[in-house]
């Protein structure tokens, strides 16, 4: 374990100085793009206005032989367009792949400036995040980078559970995690064929009254564990938790309620996959208005958050006063970024 004095120290002369806290954007949906389809590529102006995050997705669901046309196509991208608010991140290959140096490597070298957030997947330990911690700081320093690239690690193998306090620990770098499911179910050997949601088989059968009569059953979430223990990881760290892929494109209800859960848990934001996806994330992860228009209430009835008033016949106190201002807080940040929900929130 680092020593306190030195956990904000560069790692290397020349790097910059590590955040003590990560920057305050609104990151509602992580958008993936396959870098090496030329089409998409083009269109990445025109979807960087859409989305809060445009990620280049190099890792799994890119075929092995556009690897290296993947990972040409993000720089081409990167070096083409300005994001403006919009966060520019990349999710390189995994650690024990022939890809992940090469990634790293070029990537910030060519267009390190521009890049906020290396995804990095499939992370098992702390050991991980400081491999890449280290790399980054002397490519920082080699590359005269200003801003440090920030680490987004995916909680995606039992071991990386396991060990989800010190990873989120691991570095000022973090900037957080999200779940992904479908390595996960089989990492540790879930017997599932689904990449994040519900699962009609997990489910709790109620009692019944008589003998054969029918029984309802309710329909359980697989990722409630995991979820809690990795937004408590983060938010215990001061980094952000996430919501990772939803696969089945043609259920935007069940991608609805999966992300809605998450958000209700503490998260701050999804993958989208697929364009329909975008709209959903938007949606769920700007808070409710009519949420926010209690939260202000509440805010107002207690300036300085102390003692105790009835709202609508529900108690409010100096806890229910924070849960109000982190609603309140992150509409104001929605606000800034999307002029369409500042005019709904009014604040
Ligand atoms: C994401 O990478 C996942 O495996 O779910
Ligand atoms: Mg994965």
Same mark, same amino acid.
């Given at each position: 374990m680092k020593l306190p004095r030195k956990f904000f120290e560069p790692l290397a002369i020349g790097a910059p100085t590590p955040l003590r806290e990560p920057p305050v954007k609104v990151e509602r949906m992580i958008h993936f793009i396959p870098p090496h389809n030329d089409k998409v590529r083009a269109r990445a102006g025109e979807l960087a206005q859409q989305v809060d995050v445009l990620l280049g997705n190099l890792e799994d669901a890119v075929p092995l032989d556009s690897k290296e046309a993947a990972r040409q196509g993000f720089i081409a991208m990167a070096k083409a367009h300005e994001f403006g608010t919009t966060g520019l991140w990349v999710r390189i290959n995994a650690l024990n792949s022939p890809w992940m140096l090469d990634d790293v490597m070029q990537i910030v070298g060519e267009v390190g400036t521009k890049l906020d957030v290396i995804m990095l997947p499939k992370v098992e330990g702390a050991w991980d995040i400081h491999y890449l911690d280290q790399l980054l700081a002397q490519l920082e320093a080699r590359h005269h980078i200003e801003k440090p690239i920030l680490i987004h690690a995916i909680l995606e193998t039992a071991e990386g559970v396991k060990n989800v306090d010190s990873i989120a620990a691991a570095s000022p770098r973090m900037h957080g995690m999200s779940l992904g499911p479908a390595d996960l179910a089989a990492s540790r050997g879930m017997k599932t064929t689904r990449v994040g949601g519900g699962h009609p088989d997990y489910k709790v059968l109620a009692d019944s009254a008589e003998a054969n009569a029918p029984r309802q059953s309710f329909q359980q979430d697989l990722w409630h564990y995991t979820i809690a223990r990795m937004v408590d990881a983060c938010m215990a760290n001061g980094i952000k938790a996430f919501y990772g892929p %939803?696969? =089945? %494109?043609? =259920?935007p209800q069940a991608c609805e309620a999966q992300f809605r859960n998450a958000f209700l848990m503490g998260c701050v934001g999804a993958w989208s996959l697929h364009p329909s996806q975008v709209g959903i994330a938007k949606q769920v992860f700007s808070p409710d208005p009519a949420e926010v228009a209690f939260a202000k209430r509440i805010l107002e009835a207690m300036p300085d958050g102390s003692g105790a008033v009835m709202i609508d016949g529900k108690m409010q106190d100096d806890a229910t006063w924070k849960q109000a201002r982190v609603i309140v807080d992150l509409a104001r940040q929605v606000s800034k970024k999307d002029p369409d929900f500042a005019k709904i929130y009014n604040i």
């Open positions: %939803f696969g =089945d %494109f043609s =259920d």
